[in-house]
């Protein structure tokens, strides 16, 4: 009686852990199809199934489910968004953070549930850039959000003539970069053309063609004279190399960057006081791929930067319970 007791128990307690994921579930199906905003004048179920041909018995669970998170409220047959639900999982909002639950039902959680089946055969997946490029760039750009003034501030310091950002995405940190500052060229590589392409369209959109320049190549074979940039960026990259070609890559940066210059990192690192759950969960996904490595402990990256010839200067917290840090070495 005692032992089925426990039992019951423990199971509740489970239960409890992750009734917080139900939240998440609703938000990300309703970003994933832009529901949200679909409802935002206020729809019946029955119009949206009738416009857009959705299973009506799963939009009504979905429905309903949001009426007792809050998310939806109901007035008359009319559904009717919260405003908080409308601003951040809105496709079309400036403030949305859907990509990053799109990331984590799309790319992570697919990942951690294949372990066991990786863990018997011992084979794991291959991660496709090309296919989550953008989402990727996407939950990047949230990051920047927090981390941009870190960034802007080393970089009026330097007052550099040339700055590069390594694996630039959708080119974010160097056009906000290039509209604050007067002098200076900005110049981006990825290997991503999707997002090169994105990254080109939005600078001449914006009328930046002519000081920010995006390339599509592999910084490792890409042809630029040695000691060219003053600021060199490599913002969530680490984990796409593994250890060894890791050194190689400072190694590169370090010949790239003038001597004196400034070499800036936003990354996650791994099991850091504060983000050790984060860092536990990214570092779980990324092994999980064939092509991608590890995140860096703080101390290994700062020994492998000193190797190549980059000196710490300050490393500052930019998500902390996400184990995120904006690290900058100079070449001495």
Not at 83 to 101: C, I, Y
Not at 125 to 144: C, R, W
Not at 279 to 294: G, R, T
Request: proline share 3%; aromatic share 12%; glycine share 8%.
């Amino acid at each position: 009686m005692i032992a089925e007791y426990r039992s019951m128990w423990e199971a509740r307690n489970w239960l409890k852990k992750n009734e917080p994921f139900l939240p998440t579930w609703q938000a990300y199906v309703g970003y994933r199809l832009d529901l949200f905003r679909k409802l935002a004048s206020g729809a019946t179920l029955e119009s949206l199934v009738a416009d857009y041909g959705y299973e009506e018995t799963l939009l009504r669970s979905w429905a309903d489910t949001g009426m007792v998170l809050g998310h939806l409220k109901k007035e008359g047959d009319r559904l009717i968004p919260s405003k908080k639900m409308l601003k951040f999982f809105s496709q079309g909002s400036n403030e949305a953070v859907g990509e990053l639950l799109k990331e984590l039902f799309e790319m992570h959680m697919p990942s951690l549930m294949s372990y066991p089946k990786m863990m018997e055969s011992n084979q794991k997946g291959q991660f496709n850039g090309e296919d989550f490029g953008k989402t990727v760039a996407a939950t990047s750009a949230l990051i920047q959000k927090r981390a941009f003034g870190h960034v802007l501030s080393e970089i009026n310091a330097q007052k550099p003539q040339w700055v590069l950002d390594i694996g630039c995405g959708t080119g974010g940190y160097l056009m906000n970069l290039a509209e604050r500052m007067k002098q200076g060229t900005f110049v981006g590589v990825d290997i991503s053309r999707e997002c090169v392409d994105e990254a080109r369209q939005q600078a001449e959109t914006k009328g930046l063609a002519e000081k920010v320049k995006f390339y599509y190549a592999d910084i490792n074979t890409w042809e630029v004279p040695d000691q060219f940039f003053d600021v060199i960026m490599m913002n969530n990259l680490l984990h796409y190399y593994s250890p060894d070609a890791r050194k190689e890559l400072l190694a590169r940066v370090s010949r790239l960057v003038n001597q004196n210059g400034t070499v800036i990192m936003i990354t996650p690192l791994y099991l850091e006081r504060g983000g050790q759950r984060f860092s536990a969960a990214f570092n779980s996904f990324m092994e999980a791929h064939e092509n991608l490595y590890p995140l860096p402990r703080k101390k290994e990256l700062i020994r492998d930067a000193a190797s190549a010839g980059l000196e710490l200067k300050s490393i500052k917290t930019v998500v902390r319970e996400g184990s995120w840090y904006c690290i900058n070495f100079s070449k001495k």
